[in-house]
């Protein structure tokens, strides 16, 4: 089952504006990754923060964490058509020495030119 | 090696076939997962595998399905007698402890 919702589930902006997509999830985590996926496509791992973070950034992207909300964000900023893609945020389950990635639902990001 | 790769990248078949998809995780790797996605949806976790080991698999899969990796290198996903409800993403993932790097997936489409 999904570990939680992503809002919106669909968003569309055009070229140079700031994108921000939401997380919510319903466990406590180690920490919270996201990732992003091109259509018909594998996932790539953009972003890692840890329970004891509140904020990172990388590029483009800002992501914050908030664990009493449950919460995440994923801030993009100087969009490019090229970020047009799906965007799943997923937290951590650890298993036999392992980490099991559970997954929102994501967002569907268009990029207008 | 600079990926992961799935073979084959799209599948279609008959209800009732098998099927049987193949990945290729980084070499240096000793964890490999797959995960399904259906559209419109986040994938979800299948089977874990350390090094030959399969350590946990998920309520998903059922008897239907079965994975391997023999030599604790590449490993495979099985479908038998496949339903139209199998028709999703099939994706493979390898990690070394923390980080996971995925194949671009097998798309399977049950006709």
């Known amino acids: 089952s999904q570990q939680g919702e992503e809002d919106p589930q669909a968003l569309s902006i055009q070229e140079g504006e700031n994108a921000t997509m939401n997380c919510s999830y319903k466990t406590s985590i180690n920490n919270l990754q996201w990732y992003r996926q091109n259509s018909g496509r594998g996932l790539v791992h953009l972003i890692l923060i840890r329970s004891n973070e509140r904020e990172k950034h990388s590029g483009r992207l800002r992501v914050t964490l908030d664990t009493s909300k449950k919460s995440s964000s994923l801030l993009i900023t100087a969009s490019r058509a090229a970020d047009t893609a799906s965007y799943f945020c997923?937290?951590?389950?650890?298993?036999?020495?392992?980490?099991?990635?559970?997954f929102g639902q994501g967002t569907r990001l268009t990029i207008n030119p | 090696d600079t990926g992961v790769s799935q073979d084959p990248r799209h599948k279609i078949t008959k209800r009732g076939q098998n099927v049987t998809f193949r990945c290729d995780p980084i070499s240096e790797h000793n964890r490999l997962y797959w995960y399904r996605q259906t559209l419109g949806q986040g994938p979800e976790f299948l089977t874990y595998?350390?090094?030959?080991?399969?350590?946990?698999k998920s309520r998903l899969l059922s008897d239907r399905f079965s994975a391997e990796r023999p030599k604790g290198s590449f490993s495979t996903l099985e479908i038998q007698r496949t339903e139209q409800g199998d028709s999703a993403m099939y994706l493979c993932a390898s990690s070394p402890l923390v980080g996971y790097t995925f194949g671009s997936g097998t798309r399977l489409t049950v006709v």
């Open positions: 997923a937290t951590v389950i650890l298993i036999q020495g392992a980490q099991k990635l559970v």
């Open positions: 595998f350390q090094n030959e080991a399969q350590l946990e």
